[in-house]
Structure formats: C-alpha cells, structure tokens
C-alpha cells in the first residue's frame, strides 16, 4: 500500500484528531494526556493503573510495527542512526522531558490548547533550540555519523 501525497486537509484531520484525542483523554482521567507522564509512571509503577499504561505503549509499538509491515512508503521512516545513537538521543529526550515538564507534543498540543503561558514559553524554547540546532549542523558542517 501506497501514502497518498499529503496535503493541508490531512494536516488539518490529524491536528483535528489529535485534539480531540486529548480533549477526550482530558476529560476522561481529569489530567492532561501526555506520553512522557504517563511512560514515566509506567516505569515507576505509580498511580495502580499501570495495565492500561502498558496496553497503551503496547499499542503504540505494536501500531507503528504493522505500518512498518504494511506500508511501503513508511520505509522512509525507519531508524537512518545507529542503536546506539538512537538510544542516546532518546536517554536526553528523557532528561529534557523531566526538565521541561513534558514532552513537546504534551506542551505544544495541550498546553498551548489549554492557554499555558508555561507551555507557550516552553513551546517557543523547543522551537527555537531546533532551528538552532539544524542551521547549526547545516551551516557550520557538524555531521553525526551514521
């Protein structure tokens, strides 16, 4: 199976439903839905509901695994890094979750939705390190190795 060229309609229905996926997580739990909370109470096993947090990262992997299976443009998503700089990278993705107080898709997609003014900040503080950091690596000529 082929992608279909993306476009602004599919722009707008994924942004769609990722809103209202959290807007029904929210509303369902009482508490912003956000994958770095709820992974790190998966590894902590806080709060007595960790099967449904299991059964959710379960589905995520398993979900992405049969894209992988089944899709033959998602090839162009797979891993172009090694393990070990893949696990580095997401070892500091950790460090700054923790840091910030949320991932980037918990601070850009809900908490800017719910008027953060911490979000908002934390939101333009990614944005901005990652157009730094890419100008960086294409101006200057830092290449990460393969």
Same mark, same amino acid.
């Given at each position: 199976?082929?992608?279909?060229?993306?476009?602004?309609v599919?722009?707008?229905? @994924?942004?769609? &439903?990722?809103?209202? +996926?959290? /807007? *029904? !997580?929210?509303? #369902?739990?009482?508490?912003?839905?956000?994958? =770095?909370?709820?992974?790190?109470?998966?590894?902590?096993?806080?709060?007595?509901?960790? @099967?449904?947090? &299991?059964?959710?990262? +379960?589905? /995520? *992997? !398993?979900?992405? #695994?049969?894209?992988?299976?089944?899709?033959? =443009?998602?090839?162009?998503y797979?891993?172009?890094?090694?393990?070990a700089?893949?696990?580095?990278?997401?070892?500091?993705?950790?460090?700054?979750?923790?840091?910030?107080?949320?991932?980037?898709?918990?601070?850009?997609?809900?908490?800017?939705?719910?008027?953060?003014?911490?979000?908002?900040?934390?939101?333009?503080?990614?944005?901005?390190?990652?157009?730094?950091?890419?100008?960086?690596?294409?101006?200057?000529?830092?290449?990460?190795?393969?």
């Amino acid at each position: 199976m082929i992608l279909p060229e993306h476009n602004f309609v599919h722009a707008f229905l @994924g942004g769609t &439903l990722i809103g209202l +996926a959290s /807007l *029904i !997580g929210l509303l #369902a739990s009482g508490t912003i839905p956000g994958i =770095s909370g709820l992974f790190s109470r998966l590894l902590r096993l806080q709060g007595g509901a960790g @099967g449904w947090r &299991l059964l959710f990262f +379960a589905g /995520l *992997i !398993g979900g992405a #695994a049969l894209l992988f299976a089944t899709v033959d =443009s998602a090839a162009i998503y797979r891993p172009v890094r090694s393990i070990a700089w893949i696990g580095a990278a997401g070892v500091l993705v950790g460090f700054g979750t923790r840091l910030g107080g949320g991932c980037t898709s918990g601070h850009g997609i809900c908490g800017i939705g719910l008027g953060s003014v911490r979000s908002i900040v934390a939101t333009v503080v990614f944005m901005g390190a990652g157009v730094v950091t890419v100008w960086v690596f294409h101006n200057i000529g830092l290449a990460v190795p393969r």
